[in-house]
């Protein structure tokens, strides 16, 4: 049972390319989303997914796009990074939304230079 | 619109003693109370959690208390270890809503 997993784990891009951060979770959860954690900020939310089929904006949408795939997956992705778009990015699921825990991914440090 | 407002930021405690963070939620309507700790370089991972019609639970060292008129929830270490060290972050949701987060708590727990 791998939980919530995202890929990749580190990723360097220069400023004005695009990238894909994948995340599959195998627990059956309805609901996926996107954080960002800068130091000191905590944890922000990108995007999220309460069911499959939809989608809505968190605190920090700009500049990112995702897609629930099917009900496992859900990616994130970024047209034209950024060097404000550095940081590290968590996928999370949880069996709804809200009001039950949620399993985070990894993590994917992602540097814009 | 919703806000979780934690305190504090960093946190250093002696080994041994106790530690409390406190979070306050602006939403009244916030039933969900959980705790998440992250160790550096980790994911985040659910502690404990708690719901608006209990208020206090109890996990071995770790427990929550919520005070549902003041709108606050706190969390309470007992006997700290070295391996408490890590982040710490509440969340408050309602009903089938989001998560709200607060910024976080360093806690540093000294040999």
């Known amino acids: 049972n791998a939980g919530v997993t995202q890929t990749p784990k580190f990723q360097v891009l220069k400023t004005g390319q695009s990238m894909t951060l994948q995340c599959a979770q195998d627990m059956n959860h309805n609901s996926m989303y996107w954080y960002r954690q800068d130091p000191g900020m905590g944890l922000r939310l990108i995007y999220y997914?309460?069911?499959?089929?939809?989608?809505d904006k968190g605190e920090v949408p700009n500049g990112y796009n995702v897609s629930r795939l099917n009900k496992r997956e859900f990616s994130l992705r970024l047209e034209s990074a950024a060097p404000s778009q550095t940081s590290v990015y968590f996928c999370a699921s949880s069996e709804f939304l809200g009001n039950t825990e949620a399993f985070f991914g990894q993590g994917t440090r992602l540097t814009v230079v | 619109g919703e806000n979780v407002e934690q305190h504090p930021s960093t946190l250093s405690v002696q080994e041994g003693d106790s530690a409390v963070i406190k979070c306050t939620y602006s939403?009244?309507?916030?039933?969900?109370f959980p705790w998440y700790k992250q160790e550096l370089g980790k994911r985040p991972q659910l502690i404990i959690d708690i719901r608006s019609n209990v208020g206090e639970k109890k996990d071995q060292r770790i427990a929550v208390t919520l005070n549902k008129t003041a709108k606050h929830f706190s969390l309470h270490i007992t006997e700290t270890q070295p391996e408490d060290s890590a982040v710490y972050f509440c969340?408050?949701?309602?009903?089938?809503?989001?998560?709200?987060f607060g910024t976080g708590t360093r806690l540093k727990v000294l040999a």
């Open positions: 939403d009244s309507a916030s039933n969900y």
């Open positions: 969340a408050a949701s309602k009903g089938t809503y989001k998560y709200i």
């Open positions: 997914s309460a069911s499959e089929g939809t989608t």
